[in-house]
């Protein structure tokens, strides 16, 4: 049935036809032209939640591996057919998706999108300088307590990028920054649970354990509790001491400081 332009096929006859233009897209000789038709009947047919049609349509884009009709799909009217070219382009080569292309809809109002873009970028650390861009204009904005953790599980999955690492450090070690906007970095330094904690990570703790951070020391400790060396740094060490036997902090703050060393 065709309407509008548009083939309509039940969902078995749409199972086939993924199969059929994977197998075609690789014979010899056929070109991104030839196969230009079939990625846009792919991405016609997700037009209704069917699971096992998504998955079967987005192994055929990335089986036809065609980067330039599937961007088109990027633009879609339907939430799951930008979901398939997403998913498709980012098992293309590293250069099919771009930065500009995921990043915004880490905030979309999509679940669908949102879901997506969450996916992928823990597996993006190319990206790393992009995604520090805008995680430190989230950071900067007014976030509810969903935004937040939120935020911080993004963080969290790409704590390995040294881009996000200096980023979380950069706002954790900020003396001009508030006080929120340091507690919400030192929460993630403490929750990021790296194999190896991030020396700069190590340096800022420190400092802000230092006489003066009040505000702040009970979160730096806490993250200091979390961290984990091959050899733990002497100046950490100090600091940490210095805090425990400090009558000033709450005797949590103190026990918590001392177990850390």
């Known amino acids: 049935l065709e309407v509008n332009g548009v083939v309509f096929l039940p969902p078995t006859g749409w199972l086939r036809y993924c199969s059929d233009v994977s197998e075609r897209a690789m014979q010899p000789g056929v070109s991104d032209a030839d196969t230009a038709i079939d990625v846009e009947n792919l ?108 935020l911080t599980d993004q963080l969290i999955k790409l704590a390995s990028s040294s881009d996000i690492q200096d980023l979380v450090a950069r706002v954790a070690s900020a003396q001009d920054g508030k006080p929120a906007e340091r507690e919400f970095a030192l929460h993630v330094m403490s929750r990021a649970a790296q194999k190896e904690t991030p020396a700069r990570w190590a340096e800022v703790v420190t400092d802000v354990l230092e006489p003066g951070n009040s ?44 177990a850390a060393i």
Do not use: C
């Open 43 to 150: 991405l016609d047919m997700l037009w209704e939640p069917e699971p096992v049609l998504d998955h079967a349509a987005i192994h055929a884009l990335i089986s036809i591996n065609n980067s330039a009709a599937t961007r088109e799909g990027l633009s879609a009217n339907y939430p799951r057919q930008q979901r398939a070219a997403l998913i498709a382009l980012d098992q293309m080569s590293s250069e099919a998706l771009k930065p500009s292309d995921v990043i915004p809809l880490l905030t979309s109002s999509d679940p669908v999108l949102k879901e997506t873009a969450n996916w992928i970028i823990p597996h993006r650390k190319d990206w790393g300088a992009d995604l520090a861009q805008h995680f430190e204009r989230r950071l900067k904005s007014d976030l509810s307590a969903a935004d937040k953790t939120e």
């Open 215 to 258: 505000p702040i020391i009970a979160d730096a400790v806490g993250a200091a509790a979390n961290f984990r060396f091959k050899q733990f740094p002497a100046d950490l060490r100090r600091e940490l001491g210095r805090t425990s036997r400090a009558e000033g902090h709450p005797i949590s703050t103190r026990l918590e400081a001392l």
